[in-house]
């Protein structure tokens, strides 16, 4: 593994907690219709989910009522994204469809202006990105262009959640893109204020791509400053 590190082209702040995109998870670990997982992007909690016509959205983690976060961890909506504090329920496109207290309380409200906040979710090369402000663009071309590889190559993908024992060398609050030893070969790695760093790799597909996407992963893993890890 080469111990080139490069700051990603898209980050827009070197604080912890910038306002940049960010890699949250494989492609495959949201690929069902009401599959979700729930991330920090810095200060913003963010929900990441495939609502039921295939799309995927990203959300705000905070009810609109009160900011009681929705979700936790990973899983799949069953029926409706339900607050636990008062109850108002949203759909997996972000839609206010209940409020139990409506006729008593909020008889007046229009829901159609209460959805969950949007942000900006993008994929590229398998690999989930997220942004906590909406409308941004698609951060794909940039990244292609740093991969060397056009937006359209198949690739194989593989991540890993990592325990920090210290910083991350180079690390400056936006993730950080190294190049691999092979054409093509990418890692990205982002870390947050509770110590963890997640990992995820990309390689050109061909038929040892899963090897090379393993010995990859394991090389900047390696590279890190980490206690203990989850695949």
Do not use: K
Not at 136 to 153: K, N, R
Request: aromatic content about 4%; overall charge negative; charged content about 15%.
């Amino acid at each position: 593994m080469t111990a080139q590190t490069v700051a990603s082209p898209l980050a827009t702040g070197t604080e912890p907690g910038g306002r940049h995109w960010t890699p949250v998870a494989q492609v495959s670990e949201v690929a069902a219709a009401r599959n979700y997982l729930t991330v920090d992007l810095g200060r913003t909690p963010a929900i990441v989910m495939r609502d039921d016509e295939g799309e995927l959205r990203g959300f705000v983690n905070m009810c609109r009522h009160r900011g009681m976060a929705l979700l936790e961890g990973c899983g799949t909506v069953e029926t409706t994204i339900r607050c636990p504090y008062h109850a108002w329920q949203f759909d997996v496109s972000g839609r206010l469809r209940v409020i139990p207290q409506r006729p008593s309380q909020f008889a007046e409200v229009d829901q159609s202006r209460w959805s969950l906040l949007p942000i900006s979710v993008a994929v590229w090369r398998g690999l989930v990105l997220a942004h906590p402000d909406a409308g941004q663009p698609d951060p794909g071309p940039e990244l292609s262009a740093l991969a060397g590889e056009a937006p359209e190559s198949p690739v194989v993908t593989a991540g890993r959640l990592v325990e920090l024992a210290g910083p991350v060398p180079g690390y400056t609050g936006s993730p950080l893109v190294r190049p691999g030893p092979a054409h093509g070969e990418v890692a990205v790695v982002a870390t947050g204020a509770t110590g963890m760093a997640h990992v995820l790799v990309s390689v050109p597909d061909g038929p040892d791509a899963p090897a090379r996407a393993a010995a990859l992963l394991d090389a900047v893993v390696d590279s890190l400053p980490a206690r203990t890890t989850a695949a």
